[in-house]
């Protein structure tokens, strides 16, 4: 996955890359998709994905909801799409519109929720999932997810 977020230009991830490799662009929404139906994602990968959601301003969303719903992965890109929300909302990135937009998106989500915990993505060693249950964000608790990710984490996003 870093070599794809690296190829489409996320800074955390770019000097992987030379300029030649860059040429070879993926699909962000193929790549964003292909993320989150990962079972196993390291934290650094699923911090660049918020990232990828401001950055790549014509993301196929009907496509991106309906694949996620079909595999199950709903309440992962709501969780990608409610942290680029939040940040876009501080103001650091966007306009008006995208917000706007987002905050659609976000709604849809929502409304197919699964309530479960997913507790694969991303990767926690099981000794250390009741420990990290307790302290995840706010988002990641709203979404099931086990992750301490919060806003102020996403270091590149405001590279957009």
């Known amino acids: 996955m870093r070599d794809a977020i690296g190829a489409l230009g996320y800074p955390g991830f770019v000097n992987l890359f030379t300029e ?7 699909d962000p929404g193929i790549v964003l998709m292909a993320a989150l139906a ?8 699923i911090e660049a994905l918020p990232w990828l959601v401001l950055r790549f301003e014509h ?13 199950g ?10 942290m680029a ?11 008006m519109e995208r917000l706007t937009m987002l905050s659609g998106i976000e ?10 915990e997913d507790a694969k993505w991303p990767s926690v060693p099981p ?26 984490d996403l270091v590149y996003v405001g590279e957009v």
């Open 20 to 26: 030649m490799e860059r040429e070879f662009l993926q």
């Open 127 to 152: 000794p250390q999932r009741e420990s990290l249950r307790e302290r995840r964000s706010r988002e990641a608790r709203q979404w099931g997810l086990l992750s301490d990710l919060r806003i102020d």
């Open 107 to 116: 709604e849809r989500l929502f409304e197919c929720r699964v309530e479960r």
């Open 59 to 71: 993301l196929d969303w009907e496509w991106l909801v309906a694949e996620s719903k079909r595999r």
């Open 85 to 95: 929300l939040r940040v876009a909302a501080e103001g650091r990135v966007t306009t």
């Open 38 to 45: 990962c079972e196993r994602l390291e934290e650094r990968v």
């Open 73 to 82: 992965v709903q309440n992962r890109l709501g969780f990608v799409v409610g």
